[in-house]
Structure formats: structure tokens, C-alpha cells
């Protein structure tokens, strides 16, 4: 049996066992959910050899039909974008129900039943080759999440859940009628094969239609980047949601928008994407600077986590709009290395509530005094969040910029100033946190992190270090499925490489 289905059936069928469960041994769901997280996770890395060796060739590629009448299909596949977007997902489960093992106390088995329905909407949705069977998989990750916040999360949680839904289903709505055009123009939803028609030139979009249709497809992705002025569902549904709907939401959820336009907006309206690009990159230099200016007046650490989310997140629509090389692999490299750093954010300030009971800064102050281990740990996460060389976003960033300069080096002095100031509200904030005077409200609840705690957060500060120094490692198969990208959309992919004089030429001839 392909792999891939594998890896979608299991948390499907752990979702269903979970609920079936009965409630005289319902703590025994965090086990059951911890165990098939943790195989699901180690299957997923069989994924990675087969999509490294096929280059921009699709790997685990199932193509079955599912309803005749419309043509709607069971295709799925993996390449060089998805593949670590996918191993991201399954490690991060795992992780968000460690971190939730003494924190969820009632309902257990439907919390951990819905973090693995969530695993199988994310995967399904960076594995989709079927337009329908993305939209599908796109509409279950709002379910598990909506009820994630609304029940386990804090006091104004209904308000934000229903604020999340409403956002990315007025979004999806877009998303929906815009590929009901297409199957009508096309008969069909296999994105593969309209990707063929198109390339061949039996499948033209006119002005008239694609930007319709580019716009509807980028303002369902957009709302759930979120991309600034779409933006305002974020910060809420952060800081009401438990410590593992943050981490879910930060590092995979968020990556479905950036996703949804590398894959769909730029290959099948290239024109179209062309020609919003400056309005586009507009909102996203804008959602960079600002986002972190009002990340650095926030008394609330999560809060001040997810507008910096805002900031970075707007380097990826940047690289993406770019339309060069450099630029897209940043772009991507960026989405995982904001799923690895910022996951671990909200992992360490929820180790911190747990304790304190309290998200606001001032509740805190010399923590480093009575947690030295969490101290180092937080310490590292927050210099890879801010891009130190050696660290992982340094390496996504440092390609954003260099494919925003050679695209139009304006943007690249806007860019950059949300890099500094990405350096004082992080560091002001540890600063504010875990330097100082240690207050005794926090030298008798706060205590260093423990066994499991570490073993939720180590792979995570693993990978910063990993991914920063072992680059190569990565960006390989980042780079190949880039480059047809950009060729789909027809967007010359070849490094822009300044072509000799006719002086120089007879000069090197002697």
C-alpha cells in the first residue's frame, strides 16, 4: 500500500478509535494518541529518500477515481514543496500532545481525537493533486481547530473560534466558486491535468478571467497566511486557543496559505500574478514593518508571538512575488523554518503559563534564576527567531532578501527594517522575562523544565541548528520543485547572471 495513504489513513483511524473510546478509560487516550503520533511520525520518514532521488518528479502518487459524477478523483503526491511541509506535520503532533499531557484534563479523548483529524487535514492538504480533494481536505482542518479553541481554550475562546471560522470560510467560500469555473471550462479537478492544458495551450484563461479567478484562489490563502490587512482573526485566536492549537496553528495551518499560493496561484495565473504582484508585495512590506511594530508593544506574550507571525510570514509572500529563483526557495525555506522557530515559541511561553498561570510580561521577571535550562532553551529559540546566522531563519531570510533585491532593491530597505525590529521586541521580551530581579510570586511557582517538557521542545531546537548549519540538506529538493514552479508560470527560473560585454569576450578569447 502507497505510503502516503498510510500516513492519511492512521490519524483517520485513531480519530475514530478515540471517539469510539469509552469514557471509564478515557485517560488512556493520551497514550493511544501519543503512540500512533510517534509511528505515524517515523513512517513519514520514509517519505524523504524516494522524493530526494525523483528531482521535480512527483513521488507516491495515487490516482484513483472517487465519484463519477463530477469527475472528481482520489490523486495525491508529494515533491520537493510538500515533502517537508508534510514531515513537519507529523513531527509536530506528537510534540503538541506531550505538551498537552497534564495541561487537558477534561474531554481527553475528543482533544486528542481532534488533533489527529487535524494531522489528517494538513497532510491531506499539502498532498492534494485534485482541486476538489484540496478543498475537502482545506474545510477539515477548520473543524478540529474551531473546536480545539472553543472548548479547551481560554476565557474569550468562543469569540475567537468563531472569528477563525467565519475568516477562513468567507475565504474558502471564494476559493470554492473559482474551481467550480474551472471544472465547468475543464470537466475536470485534477489540478495535474489542467496543469497540462494550460502548459499545452488547449486551456487559456482570458484578462477577463483569470484575475477573477486569481484574486479568488489568493484571498482564500491570503486570509490564512494571514496577510496584512487580513490579519485581525490571528492574534485572537493565539492567545485564546491552548498551547497546542497555538503550535498547530503557527507552523502548519498558517503554511496552507503560502502553500495554496505557491502551488495553485502562480502555476495556473501567471499573468494574473504577475500584474497584482506590486499591490501584493505592497501588503506584505507592510504587514512586515507593521506587524512588528505593534508585536513590540504587546504586554502579552502570545500575542506579541503572533503578530511577529504577521512580520514574518509577510518575508514569504515577498520571496514568492519576487518571481526569481532565490527568492522561492526562501520563501518555502521560511515556511519551515517559521513552523520550527514559532512553534517553539508558543511551546516555551506555554510551559510558562502552565506555571505562572498568566501570559502578560509583567507577571515575570528573573525567571533565569529559577530556570536556567528553560532560560537557554528560550534564549536560542528567540535568537533563531530573530535570524542569527547558525540558526535556522537566517538561511530563509538572507534568500528572501537577496531574491527581493535582485527583483527591486526598494523592497529590500523596508524588508530589512522589520528584521531589526524583529531583534528589539524578541529580545525586549526576554529581557523583560527572564532577566532581572526574580519577583517571589515567581520563585515559588516557577520551576525549570522536566523530562517531558524538554523532549517536546529538544527536536525542535535540533532542527534550528540543523537546518542553519546543514542547509543543503534541505533546500535540494526545495529548489527543483521551485524551479518548475516558476517555469509553470512562466517566469524565466534561471539565475539572473550579469552577461559579459562584447569587450570582455574578445578579451577571455585571447
Known amino acids: 500500500m502507497n505510503l502516503l495513504n498510510i500516513l492519511i489513513a492512521l490519524p483517520a483511524l485513531g480519530f475514530i478509535l478515540l471517539l469510539l473510546l469509552p469514557r471509564s478509560v478515557e485517560d488512556k487516550a493520551k497514550t493511544i494518541a501519543l503512540v500512533l503520533s510517534v ?78 483529524l487535524l494531522e489528517v487535514g494538513v497532510i491531506g492538504v499539502f498532498a492534494a493533486m485534485d482541486l476538489f ?100 482573526w490571528l492574534p485572537d485566536a493565539h492567545v485564546e486557543a491552548p498551547t497546542a492549537g497555538s503550535v498547530m496553528l503557527a507552523s502548519v495551518m498558517l503554511k496552507m496559505g503560502t502553500y495554496g499560493i505557491v502551488r495553485f496561484c502562480l502555476p495556473l495565473f501567471g499573468n494574473a500574478a504577475r500584474e497584482a504582484a506590486p499591490y501584493i508585495v505592497f501588503c506584505a512590506l507592510v504587514g512586515i514593518i507593521v506587524g ?116 527591486n532593491f526598494k523592497w529590500v530597505v523596508f524588508a530589512a527594517l522589520g528584521v531589526i525590529l524583529s531583534a528589539c521586541y524578541m529580545l525586549w521580551m526576554f529581557q523583560r522575562t527572564f532577566l532581572g530581579e526574580t519577583p517571589d510570586d515567581v520563585r515559588h511557582h516557577v520551576s525549570d523544565i522536566n523530562l517531558r517538557e524538554l523532549a517536546a521542545i529538544v527536536p525542535l531546537v535540533v532542527l534550528m541548528v540543523w537546518m542553519g548549519t546543514a542547509t543543503g540538506n534541505f533546500l535540494k529538493p526545495i529548489g527543483a520543485a521551485g524551479a518548475r514552479i516558476l517555469e509553470q508560470s512562466k517566469v524565466n527560473v534561471e539565475y539572473q547572471v550579469k552577461q559579459p560585454s562584447s569587450a570582455e569576450v574578445v578579451r577571455a578569447s585571447r
Open 39 to 116: 509511528v505515524i511520525f517515523a513512517m513519514s520518514l520514509g517519505l524523504i529518500g524516494p522524493v530526494l532521488n525523483s528531482g521535480a518528479a512527483r513521488s507516491f502518487e495515487v490516482n484513483v477515481p472517487w465519484i463519477d459524477t463530477p469527475a472528481i478523483r482520489y490523486h495525491v503526491a508529494l515533491d520537493g514543496l510538500s515533502l517537508w511541509l508534510v514531515i513537519l506535520s507529523t513531527l509536530l503532533t506528537p510534540l503538541c500532545i506531550l505538551i498537552s499531557w497534564r495541561y487537558i484534563r477534561d474531554r481527553q479523548k475528543e482533544y486528542y481525537a481532534f488533533l489527529l
Open 133 to 232: 480533494l484540496f478543498y475537502v481536505f482545506w474545510e477539515v482542518t477548520l473543524v478540529p481547530m474551531y473546536f480545539l479553541i472553543g472548548i479547551w481554550g481560554h476565557d474569550r475562546r468562543i469569540y475567537a473560534a468563531v472569528k477563525f471560522f467565519l475568516y477562513t470560510m468567507a475565504g474558502s467560500v471564494l476559493m470554492l466558486a473559482a474551481i467550480i469555473y474551472i471544472y465547468t471550462k475543464t470537466g475536470t479537478f485534477d489540478y495535474i491535468v489542467i496543469q497540462g492544458l494550460l502548459e499545452t495551450g488547449r486551456l487559456t484563461f482570458t484578462a477577463a478571467e483569470q484575475m477573477p479567478l486569481f484574486l479568488a484562489f489568493f484571498l482564500a490563502f491570503a486570509i490564512k497566511v494571514p496577510l496584512w490587512p487580513l490579519h485581525t
Open 292 to 407: 512588528a511594530l505593534v508585536a513590540m508593544v504587546q504586554p502579552n506574550m502570545k500575542k506579541l508571538v503572533a503578530y511577529s507571525s504577521v512580520s514574518h510570514l509577510g518575508f514569504v509572500v515577498l520571496g514568492v512575488f519576487s518571481f526569481n529563483q532565490q527568492g522561492m526557495d526562501g520563501a518555502v525555506y521560511q515556511m519551515l523554518n517559521h513552523g520550527v522557530s514559532t512553534g517553539a515559541l508558543f511551546m516555551l511561553v506555554g510551559m510558562l503559563y502552565e506555571r505562572q498561570h498568566s501570559l502578560e510580561i509583567k507577571s515575570y521577571g528573573g525567571v533565569a534564576s529559577v530556570a536556567p535550562k528553560l532560560t537557554v532553551i528560550f534564549m536560542i529559540t528567540t535568537l533563531a527567531s530573530i535570524g542569527l546566522p547558525a540558526l535556522n531563519n537566517f538561511i530563509g531570510e538572507f534568500l528572501v532578501l537577496q531574491g527581493a533585491a535582485i527583483a
